[in-house]
């Protein structure tokens, strides 16, 4: 049983940050690429930013400079700092992790989400 779980999520002011952190278990031989998406009502879901198993990086052009991802390999954890936030950076937050299972099975699983709102 995979699951993928976020926290870290909530209420900001324009300028404020926040830290979201995601953590995959279960029978987890390794993890490849662990990422962030996100979307907000009305919008099509985008990529925010990705990091591979050898912690090479990138970043959607819109939080570039902004937000910085990374990952511990030992907690089987994903983290998405985010600062200098936007009210257009107000979206429901969702990891992923692409996971080989102990079996060798091989699959990409998401988080439930999590809500950020950046408003005064």
């Known amino acids: 049983q995979m699951q993928v779980v976020e926290s870290g999520g909530g209420l900001v002011q324009p300028g404020g940050s926040l830290r979201l952190s995601c953590a995959a278990s279960g029978s987890i031989f390794s993890i490849y690429d662990m990422g962030w998406y996100r979307q907000a009502p009305g919008k099509q879901r985008e990529k925010v930013a990705s990091?591979?198993?050898?912690?090479?990086?990138d970043y959607a052009d819109s939080v570039k400079g902004r937000f910085t991802i990374s990952r511990d390999n030992a907690k089987n954890s994903v983290f998405l700092q985010m600062n200098s936030l936007k009210p257009e950076d107000t979206a429901v937050y969702y990891c992923?992790?692409?996971?080989?299972?102990?079996?060798?099975?091989?699959?990409?699983?998401w988080g439930q989400g999590t809500q950020v709102t950046v408003s005064s």
């Open positions: 992923y992790a692409e996971i080989m299972a102990v079996s060798s099975d091989f699959g990409e699983y």
């Open positions: 990091i591979t198993s050898d912690e090479s990086t």
